[in-house]
């Protein structure tokens, strides 16, 4: 089996945690002066372990294993939100340096191990921005329009790189598929007791704004039967969606209310009007489906007994994506190859894998986040996660190039 | 009886709306040019009927009848809020100028009748600034910190209008006491088929402020079972109300949700924060702390089983005002002498004779509001309610002066 050096990984992760360390967080946006030096060290590290790496003029970094006409795909993303944490997508990214590092050490394959490291997972510009590059889904439309959250525009920051050279793209039939892994941002590894988690699959997104209009009557001057408050059904939806999303939904359904606002929004008018924003999520689409007739129906039907006029604007329909079932067994099987059980999984964030999945067989691992937290400085993992699942990673890449030798 | 001559006090009231016109409302905030001019062309009418005039450094006018050492003051504010309605106040006001003429045709009494408009009763500047100044509770440092919604000092633009004199304060001993019209600014006499309102006294206010505390944990990462929600007890609190807070309160009481926000206010991150306004509102004491006890007690209830951390700042505590049980009483005894019976109500806004009730016997009549509206330019009351609410207005006025004769 195929062993990945702890010392090695752990130490190659502090040092990318190095380019723009804040404390024990990373301000490492796409494109920044910190995020172009950290993707030159990375290149740099790949071209030491004998891969053919470029970076092309987004910043995304390939090393490609040289002398092989098949390869897997291994990586994340280096570029960080704004304070954010210091692993993230990095923890990847360094998986990918670490398992060509362990597969190059042992001699030549028949297939080869590349590593990646795409641009903008985090959006600062454009969310995925390399991934979709990769893949041929970026428009020239998209680049020329982005701006950052200071209004900066995107052509301008690439000139101000320096970098040069056409989008890296999937060299046509090389990847068996491509196998990420990141920080699960989330708390359920650590609270069912798992080490590692495998995903199957990117939930989609429902995203619908609810309006209401009422009448803004004086509080003051107004009996409560005779108000037409346009609060009312937003609240007792609210309150029904605990239960009645729950019934409608699957084990791994989620939603959220983010944001609701009243107007005119003083304590003594009646609320002439609310808005309401209702983020809905699976990774089945018959169950995505039923949660949004669900919740529409029941916010018809409140507002109709409260007498209260209702629009609903659904605003995002993102589908969910399904991770590859063969790159997934894969990656079970290698976490019962280290001892341990992997916690089957869906995806509630996007990931470059996502991205990639609709071009070519795509997984995804995950290791636990204490706390469940990230994009923040206290993201951790405990280190012998962190090492778990980069030997998790390298067992499965190890598996999946077997596995074609012997097809 | 005395009699109100209908026609004028129909064409008194619109030759008032036509200072500050626009369209079918009235824009008059206190101090601004078509206020003075309006406070200007009263004080000649107070005059003509043969009041002794004035007008003070604030703009409020006091007509008084000579020769007479007691009166009953009649009258309102005749400032409006900003594209207000052309009623509001201006109808108390013209009520007291039409029932000082029609007392000063029918020949001398022993108790006259004096009409008032008192200053700034919406809060352009100060709320009830005239009233307050009449009752000696006005501070000069509010006068001197005192600004409109715009910035402009309240200094200044007192000085702008060129009008100067002492406050008008009420003569020591001269008042039996103050009664005011006003429209009801709310639904309550149309809904129950009534003409006129005797107010029973002013609702007391709590407002207060809920803030809790949750965690922004991502919302699609973050399992529903494993989230800190700092919006659910607050919604719950919401939906609780409708029925709580009708247990916990009494007939009249009304309450009210005006404001709620929630932090960061994203769709995919579930609410670290929330903030909610609730205001409660009844003329019993008793009750008002019955309906704060209730909803503090369910909220923290609420709070716990969330397990999110809640503050509670109670930030405004406004004791109710009773009106004076024997005004009250003549004026039920007028609208009978008129042919109808007044509906017995709080009001649930404030007004000038909330202010003077604290210093001499006072009490308050509504006609209907069309439709509940007020401070908008569809305010509007059926002429015939008009003449109606004067006339009654009139006789209780006639009542307490042959009463007062007698006594």
Known sequence: MIEIDGDRLLADLRALAAFGRRGTGVHRPALSTDDIAARRW?????AAVGLDTRMDGYGTVLGMTPGVRRAVLVGS????????????????????????RAVRARGAL???????????EEGTWVPCLGARAF????????????????GARLPDALAATGLAGEPITAPQGRYLGFVEAHIEQGPRLLAEGRRIGVVTGFAGIRRMTLRTTGRPDHAGTTPMNLRLDASRPLFRLAVWAAEGLAAAGG????????AVKLLPGAANVVPAAGEMILELRDTDPAVL??????????????????????????????????????LRAELEAATGDCGETALLMPSGAGHDSMILAAHM????????????????PEEDTDPADIILGAQVLARAVERLCQQKAVR
Do not use: C
Request: hydrophobic share 50%.
């Open 289 to 326: 489906d039923a949660l949004e007739a669900a919740a529409v129906s029941a916010a018809k039907r409140l507002a109709r007994e409260d007498s209260i006029d209702l629009d609903i604007e659904v605003t995002t329909r993102l589908p969910p994506i399904a991770t590859d079932p063969v």
């Open 251 to 258: 084990a791994h359904s989620v939603w959220n209310i983010g």
């Open 42 to 46: 990375l290149a740099a590290e790949m």
């Open 77 to 100: 993303h280096s570029d960080t939100v704004p304070n954010g944490g210091w692993l993230d997508g990095a923890l990847g990214v360094i998986y990918g340096l670490a398992i060509a």
């Open 361 to 376: 067989p795509a997984a995804l691992l995950f290791v636990p986040s204490i706390g469940g937290r990230s994009h923040t």
């Open 135 to 150: 893949v041929g889904a970026l428009r020239p439309a998209e680049i020329a329009a982005a701006r950052d959250a200071t």
């Open 110 to 120: 028949p297939v080869g191990v590349d590593a990646v490291s795409f641009q903008d």
